[in-house]
């Protein structure tokens, strides 16, 4: 069982940054794929990027490519989104997942543990 609580959201100007973090419960932290999603009212949940295990490889959303960064630091059982140049068009909820899966994994059906979520609001 792993637990995950995001934090970091908030508030903040078109073109700002913003870093968030996932801290994970649980000694298996270091062999899950870590993915971070968002969802903006009424939308579907979309996905962000996604880190493998061992921190090598990360994959992004065209969306979002060029600007968001993620890495993970497993000796502290954390995984960051750095969010870099955000847009009106990036205010949605954060979520951050874990799952035991082959890399990179895009879908949220196959992650199988979930945070809360931090809100992120980007203001023109």
């Known amino acids: 069982q792993v637990q995950l609580v995001e934090s970091g959201g908030g508030s903040v100007q078109a073109g700002g940054s913003l870093r968030l973090s996932c801290a994970a419960s649980g000694r298996a932290f270091s062999m899950y794929a870590m993915g971070w999603f968002r969802q903006a009212p009424g939308k579907e949940r979309e996905f962000v990027g996604t880190i493998n295990a061992s921190g090598s490889s990360t994959y992004y959303a065209d969306s979002v490519k060029g600007r968001f960064t993620i890495s993970r630091d497993n000796a502290k059982n954390t995984v960051y989104l750095q969010m870099s140049s955000l847009k009106p068009e990036d205010t949605a909820v954060y979520y951050c997942?874990?799952?035991?899966?082959?890399?990179?994994?895009?879908?949220?059906?196959?992650?199988?543990?979930w945070g809360q979520g931090t809100q992120v609001t980007v203001s023109s």
């Open positions: 997942a874990g799952a035991r899966v082959s890399f990179p994994v895009v879908t949220t059906t196959a992650y199988v543990y």
